[in-house]
């Protein structure tokens, strides 16, 4: 079992910026590729970003592209979704998700996916 827990959502201007944390616990944390989506209230939940198990490759929704930038770091077992120039349509929960790295990279498909935080909420006002 893997238990993820976000932290970091908040309320923000357009323009600002937030960083997501998402800390892992329970099996190791390095056999884990892992991936943010998002779900905008009436939407459906749509993949964000995704990073390999090493941190060497990472990939990104056209959406975010440019804006948004993933990292991990296995030592503190936490992946990092850096969210710039936030806009009012990124305004969704956003959940950390982590499958592991025999699955295809990037998974984009949320199927993938067997582990799930709890979501942590983004707001941008314009």
């Known amino acids: 079992q893997v238990q993820l827990v976000e932290s970091g959502g908040g309320l923000v201007q357009a323009g600002g910026s937030l960083r997501l944390s998402c800390a892992a616990s329970?099996?190791?944390?390095?056999?884990?590729?892992m991936g943010w989506f998002r779900q905008a209230p009436g939407k459906e939940r749509e993949f964000v970003a995704a990073?390999?198990?090493?941190?060497?490759?990472?990939y990104y929704a056209d959406s975010v592209k440019g804006r948004f930038t993933i990292s991990r770091d296995n030592a503190k077992n936490t992946v990092y979704l850096q969210m710039n120039s936030l806009k009012p349509e990124d305004t969704a929960v956003y959940y950390c998700?982590?499958?592991?790295?025999?699955?295809?990279?990037?998974?984009?498909?949320?199927?993938?996916?067997?582990?799930w935080g709890q979501g942590t909420q983004v707001t941008v006002s314009s």
């Open positions: 998700a982590a499958v592991p790295n025999g699955a295809p990279f990037p998974a984009r498909d949320s199927n993938w996916y067997d582990y």
């Open positions: 990073i390999s198990w090493s941190g060497g490759s990472s």
């Open positions: 329970g099996r190791t944390f390095s056999s884990y590729n």
